[in-house]
């Protein structure tokens, strides 16, 4: 599968905000969910945000209110606004698309990270 190039992690204190994007070549981006996943030292790989080809957004409850999930489809890019950064957000943050048949994630990149530290 063709992976997503994700960008835009960086050090950053407590409280601030940042804007992770990535991007792919897959043809089929506007029909598919696409989501944002992140992964910190020894936990599981978790799904933060997601969204649908229509906009439908999910997020996971320790970052609601504070993240926003938004899409591109003339650009294939996905984009992750995070504000009020907390120690607890880091980790290295993926996207992925959802195959319509299977259900799976896939097109996983290399990943961005991101550290929330004074």
């Known amino acids: 599968q063709v992976p997503f190039v994700e960008s835009g992690g960086k050090l950053v204190q407590p409280g601030e905000s940042l804007e992770l994007s990535c991007g792919t070549s897959i043809s089929i981006f506007r029909d598919v969910t696409v989501a944002w996943y992140r992964q910190a030292p020894g936990n599981q790989r978790e799904m933060v945000a997601s969204?649908?080809?229509?906009?439908?957004?999910f997020y996971t409850d320790s970052v609601k209110g504070r993240f926003t999930i938004s899409r591109d489809n003339p650009m294939n890019r996905v984009h992750l606004q995070m504000n009020n950064l907390k120690p607890e957000d880091t980790a290295t943050y993926f996207c992925?698309?959802?195959?319509?048949?299977?259900?799976?994630?896939?097109?996983w990149g290399q990943g961005t990270q991101v550290t929330v530290s004074s």
């Open positions: 992925a698309w959802q195959s319509r048949q299977s259900g799976n994630f896939q097109g």
């Open positions: 969204i649908s080809r229509t906009g439908t957004t």
